[in-house]
Nanobody, 117 residues
């Protein structure tokens, strides 16, 4: 089992910034990708950004140029720096990890991000 613990969500004004963190613990895979998804009320969960074990990143079009994903390998932690936040970024943000070579995937409990004036 892998446990993912997210932190860093909260309330921010439009144009503001937040940084989300997700720390993995437990039976961590030897090779795994990490990512962030989000789910707004009444909408499906969608990919925000991901990063492979080799550091290759992928972003949804709606966050390109505003969000940056990074990871600290020694800490088994992934970060999401969110800048120029918009009200439509309001959602619960979920951390995800997927093993590269075996069919295993885990989710965090989610952290609320609210962008409002």
């Amino acid at each position: 089992q892998v446990q993912l613990v997210e932190s860093g969500g909260g309330l921010v004004q439009p144009g503001g910034s937040l940084r989300l963190s997700c720390a993995a613990s437990g039976s961590i895979f030897s090779d795994y990708a990490m990512g962030w998804y989000r789910q707004a009320p009444g909408k499906q969960r969608e990919l925000v950004a991901s990063i492979t074990n080799g550091g290759i990143t992928n972003y949804a079009d709606f966050v390109k140029g505003r969000f940056t994903i990074s990871r600290a390998y020694a800490k088994n932690t992934v970060y999401l720096q969110m800048n120029s936040l918009k009200p439509e970024d309001t959602a619960v943000y979920y951390c995800n990890t997927k093993a590269t070579y075996v069919p295993a995937e885990y989710w965090g409990q989610g952290t609320q991000v609210t962008v409002s004036s």
